[in-house]
């Protein structure tokens, strides 16, 4: 009887607390272990200069659209340039950036344009923070790279250092990479530490702006960026199956890298990518970051050797690909023999609204919420929710990695156990989700933490 009642309770518990129901307006996550990445091309909303007001403006819906997603990981593109906002003039400082970035997280006096900012993300949704921010020194005399994380930096490969505005140099290695770095603007690299008691591993998030535009040069910049991006992942991140680090002794940096990640721990490239190539014959940024040298063979840019896998995310109701017009120009690159991949997604609140998913945040936007994507930027923001290997010293009643067991744990558990998410509820550890693992999981949680 007791295992009965259990097992109908099942059915309704997961139903009532999905955290992923567009069409009922929630975009979370469905379970709190996963991670979300985040990427968007601001196009110069984020800057000291803009008008931070709870108004029909790009800055509220960004802000509005930020706390409705609630990525763990963001990478932004387009920060800083006052002049393209037509707000003022100039890029920002690195601290001014960090500056505004905390004005649109926290809330605040403005100190540049005076009086108190009246949209910010924590205003929308208290709970949520990214606290920690990197932005880039590099910059093209307009905008510099970002990234924002929910959880902290952490020198993972023994380099003395857990933030790098751009690539170390890299020499020339064939037709594989042309040598030097990641361009105009850089490939940003964060690398982040994933609590332990909840993760086996942690996390490198590199993020690119890659050279816009058609001509010979352009389309060279870019190529040449994403083929040394692609050699680092390799080398200098992976080891290149060798087990050490730059065995080409090709790359160039003080103080050298002391080792590879470990198995558990995914490197994430994506951002503004300006991909075309590949749709008109060539080899385009997206396949040199995700494949390196070659399409299949052995020197991917996964873990395991094999190519890395990029988004197919589209946008739930129209199942469109675009990020901007017509074209999908912003990606998210996973290593998936590290990651597993439960969701991509576009984010557009035209479509949203249209069919009754505009989420809460976005509800009271001034005018028509549909319109915030389109106030907001020229690009459509893209989520990957990634299923990152959990373990550690947690206790086993600890779902949601608080410190205690209580209800929220006991369903969180019922939806990990709906969606068969082994790595939450294979509790005996034999690859499965069974009835054992269920009422094993009733005794962990009848003994507490």
Known sequence: M???AFVALLGLTTSSLAQWDPGNGQWGK???????????NVEDGICSTNTKTDAFNNWNALVRIIASMKPDVLILQETGDN??????GGVDSVNELTTTLDLLLHGGNDPFRGGAVTSWVQKYDPAFDMPFVFVTTRNDNFNRNVILSRYPFMDLNGDGKALSDDLPFIGPSGDCAPGGNGGIRGLQIAEIDLPDDIFMGDMVVINGHLKAGGSSDDIEQRRNASQNGGYFV???LNGAGTGTVDPENNIFESPQIQVILDEFTP??????????????GRRGPVEWLATGCAVGGSDGNDRDLSDASEDDATEPFTG??????SNKLDYLLYQDSVTTKRRAFVFNSAPANANGGIPPELETFPGNPGLASQIAADHFPVMLDLIVEVGGSRCGADIDGDGDADADDFFDYLDAFAARNAPVCDIDGDGDCDADDFFGYLDLFAQGC
């Open 234 to 236: 390799h080398y200098a």
């Open 2 to 4: 007791f295992r009965t």
């Open 267 to 280: 490197v994430i490239v994506g951002g503004d990518l300006n991909e075309d190539e590949d749709r008109n």
């Open 30 to 40: 469905s379970e709190p272990t996963d991670v979300r990445v985040m990427t968007w």
């Open 320 to 325: 469109s690909r675009s990020t901007r017009g």
């Open 83 to 88: 002049t393209g906002n037509g707000t003022g």
